[in-house]
């Protein structure tokens, strides 16, 4: 899933908004922009203090949630990707979301509904996000960043699955994304030339941490995917992995959607890396 981020910005401005329109937030108003900016005292984007979130962090919120908020009359906490916290981390927890305070609002994101417990998601209100077409991607984008051409954003839109967010700090140039855009181009244009040894070299080099490994094997999965789509609707002559079979494609898109899984867990990336590529060949 992705398009979280977007999302939790936008429940922010509907609760921070000095201007809205019905339950719709303004977007323009000095509340919306510093949400926007991540610059705004009351939306407060919980740091982790180690991989993800630890007991102390929860606590040090937990605390905080009591004080009044800065400049509106309420406070909104995001936790972002809380992928892999710990169940104590999550526990700390409880208390609050059973009974907040009156002006404290907190917002938890992840990869699936699996990351929260249970007793946490009972406290919750459930919100699946999903991401937009590529084109639709490109559409919203070039109203965001209207001096772009629209090849442009239209290859930034693909390259991160039709994720806004993540699209425009490509094209503003994020380098840990470039360079993982880029490593994941190459491990496509590797796949596309059956050079398995190529692939592996690739994916050693993606492997250097299980988040970094994790994002450049989403990368790749969105091109076997739409690959894979495309060769069903017109094989498109020269399209690179195209010429791979459609059923090759799928069970390639298989292997990277579950070793995506497995980065999130406790394992080896080197690992899971040299696996995924005997995988990928068989
Ligand atoms: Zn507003």
Request: hydrophobic letters at 35%.
């Amino acid at each position: 899933m992705a398009g979280k981020k977007t999302c939790a910005d936008y429940i922010a401005m509907q609760l921070l908004c000095s201007d809205k329109k019905g339950s719709a937030p303004c977007g323009s108003c000095r509340e919306c922009s510093r949400v926007q900016k991540h610059i705004h005292p009351d939306y407060i984007i919980v740091e982790k203090s180690k991989k993800s979130f630890s007991i102390e962090d929860v606590r040090a919120v937990v605390e905080d949630s009591y004080t009044a908020p800065n400049d509106c009359d309420r406070k909104v906490y995001l936790f972002a990707d809380c992928d892999g916290w710990s169940d104590a981390a999550q526990n700390a927890t409880l208390k609050i979301t059973e009974d907040p305070p009156d002006s404290a609002y907190f917002i938890f994101t992840g990869q699936s509904e699996n990351t929260f417990l249970p007793t946490l998601r009972s406290r919750s209100m459930l919100m699946a996000v999903g991401n937009p077409s590529a084109d639709e991607c490109a559409k919203a984008l070039s109203e965001l960043l209207p001096d772009h051409s629209t090849d442009e954003l239209l290859s930034a839109a693909k390259s991160t699955g039709g994720n806004i967010g993540r699209a425009m700090a490509l094209i503003q140039g994020d380098e840990e994304l470039i360079n993982e855009t880029s490593l994941a181009r190459d491990i496509v244009d590797s796949l596309a030339r059956g050079d398995e040894y190529r692939t592996a070299v690739l994916l050693s080099k993606a492997a250097k941490t299980r988040e970094g490994l994790r994002r450049v094997l989403c990368a790749v999965s969105y091109e076997v995917r739409d690959s894979a789509v495309t060769r069903t609707v017109t094989p498109v002559e020269g399209e690179k992995l195209s010429r791979l079979g459609t059923g090759r494609l799928l069970k390639m898109y298989d292997a990277l959607s579950a070793a995506q899984s497995r980065c999130l867990l406790n394992c080896n990336a080197d690992a899971l890396s040299s696996a995924l590529c005997a995988q990928l060949y068989s």
